[in-house]
């Protein structure tokens, strides 16, 4: 947003954003705009399409009504969501954490089972219930379960290492890697917001591959 109004004559615009609510003012003598945030999902390939507009219109390539079209479409586009595909990915996700732990082979179906099934069962609990969190609990819940279940049908792996390749998939990642760019940039509140989701987020899930492991 600022490279667009700088482009336009605008230097003296101010953007604010976190995760939660975006605030924008164009010059000292205009109105703030503030927008709340009410779902939110990280989607790269948007990110990088929309930066590239920016950077198009900062080098006068493409003119407003073309951008402002562009980043309508983007804004509509749809990324596949069928869970059948989330759900394959997050099992090759599984698989290849294996390898990269060291794991056995006879582990590689309990944690591509584990992986998978655990990862659809956040899925679906976030688009229900629209809460934080809690889908991750549950989904590590279950990933322990079907771990240990898995584990001992079949004897002679580990166990650590199939509970740690099959949450892989529900571990916040991107937040953390986001988390720490804001700290490099100075952004502060960014980061601490960030990395306190994170940090309950990995809170959560761990609780419920403990809770699992107490019990059984």
């Not at 507009?53 to 407003?64: C, D, F, T, V």
């Not at 402002?68 to 059948?84: C, F, G, Q, T, V």
């Not at 099992?91 to 954490?97: C, D, L, V």
Request: proline letters at 3%; aromatic letters at 8%.
């Amino acid at each position: 947003m600022t490279r667009i109004a700088s482009t336009l004559g605008y230097n003296d615009s101010n953007s604010f954003v976190t995760n939660t609510v975006i605030q924008f003012s164009l010059h000292s003598e205009s109105f703030p705009r503030i927008f709340r945030i009410k779902s939110r999902d990280t989607n790269l390939i948007k990110i990088s399409q929309a930066n590239d507009i920016s950077r198009q219109i900062a080098k006068h390539e493409i003119s407003l009504d073309e951008a402002k079209n562009k980043l309508e479409a983007i804004y509509i586009a749809e990324r596949d969501n069928s869970l059948p595909f989330k759900g394959f990915a997050a099992a090759m996700i599984a698989m290849s954490f294996l390898y990269l732990q060291g794991g056995r082979l006879v582990d590689v179906l309990t944690a591509i089972i584990a992986g998978s099934i655990g990862y659809l069962v956040v899925e679906v609990l976030d688009r229900r219930l629209h809460a934080q969190f809690i889908p991750e609990f549950i989904g590590s819940l279950v990933i322990g379960i079907i771990a240990i279940i898995g584990h001992s049908f079949v004897p002679g792996g580990n166990l650590a290492t199939i509970i740690i390749a099959a949450v892989m998939p529900i571990v916040p990642g991107v937040l953390i890697t986001n988390a720490i760019q804001d700290l490099f940039g100075g952004h502060m509140l960014m980061f601490t917001t960030k990395s306190l989701e994170a940090l309950v987020t990995s809170f959560g899930i761990g609780a419920g591959v403990g809770t699992i492991l107490i019990l059984v």
